[in-house]
């Protein structure tokens, strides 16, 4: 444990009531990182003087760059240039925190996830889960996600668009890497989706259009999200905002590499979700 050498990145905008829990997780590590940036997007509140109080264990970087009018873009170069002065300060870093402004971590979060990565050599990303919510174990929460470095570099790190923390995800798995969470590892997060808002959860299903996955698998996972608030309005808007692009033929951005893989994995992930929501079923009934 005492090689691993990581890095945490946290790229924030407007952020000043939530920035400082933030930034007093990761300096609670047991084990602490070697640089940690945060990465002002411009903020108009008070957000980059409360990261200037934590100098020197914390860099604040500030961006000046033309915004961009799509969601998620923005907030995706951020993280790279964060990334990229956090490699300025510590070149031979072997993991990267990737961390939101409203993620909190309890002090042995980072010590138990690289005990999992010593664990596990394929394993390219991981998370803990955030108190109160489920997660798909094949699968990384958003807010406090950790890259090996060998990973990271073999997918080209995050590509800037809407939803690049999940094709992130989907090119490890291209890759061959292992993407898990593990919820005897918890988090608090501020901001769930039990708090979203309607507007993500029509993002949610340009987003899957936009990225590969199937009609079939959108189903499954819209249904199984209409258990989350609001309660089958936001999985039926997902679904239905997927179903548009769908009929309409939108046009998808990336190679057809990408897509051919996403119908086989779209093809092999629906089978574990239904086997899982079919055993689920059959316990709570008692057959």
């Known amino acids: 444990m005492e090689t691993l050498r990581y890095v945490a990145v946290l790229a924030c905008r407007n952020e000043a009531e939530l920035i400082e829990g933030a930034i007093k997780g990761v300096l609670s590590q047991t084990v602490p990182p070697m640089a940690f940036v945060v990465v002002d997007d411009a903020s108009e509140d008070e957000t980059p003087e409360i990261v200037e109080r934590y100098e020197p264990r914390v860099r604040l970087l500030r961006t000046r760059r033309r915004r961009i009018a799509v969601r998620g873009i923005n907030q995706c170069l951020a993280i ?12 031979d870093w072997d993991y990267l925190l990737k961390l939101d402004a409203d993620s909190y971590l309890p002090p042995s979060y980072m010590e138990r996830l690289l005990s999992r990565f010593d664990e596990y050599p394929r394993l390219g990303i991981a998370s803990g889960v955030p108190y109160g919510e489920r997660l798909w174990r094949w699968h990384a929460s958003d807010g406090a996600k950790v890259y090996r470095r060998r990973c990271w570099d073999e997918i080209g790190g995050l590509t800037p668009l809407s ?74 808007v997902y679904f239905l905002t997927y179903l548009t692009h769908y009929l309409l033929d939108s046009e998808r951005p990336l190679d057809e590499e990408f897509y051919s893989f996403m119908g086989e994995f779209c093809k092999r992930d629906l089978t574990e979700r239904l086997r899982y929501v079919l055993g689920q079923l059959t316990r709570r009934i008692g057959v």
């Open 80 to 91: 790279l240039d964060g990334v990229e002065e956090a490699t300025r300060l510590t070149p």
């Open 163 to 236: 939803g690049f923390d999940l094709h992130a995800i989907l090119k490890a798995k291209m890759h061959g890497w292992i993407v898990a969470s593990f919820p005897e590892i918890r988090y608090h997060q501020v901001r769930s989706w039990e708090k979203l808002r309607l507007s993500r959860w029509l993002l949610t299903g340009r987003v899957r259009y936009k990225l590969g996955f199937t009609l079939p698998h959108t189903a499954l996972s819209s249904a199984i999200h209409m258990r989350k608030k609001p309660r089958i309005l936001g999985g039926l």
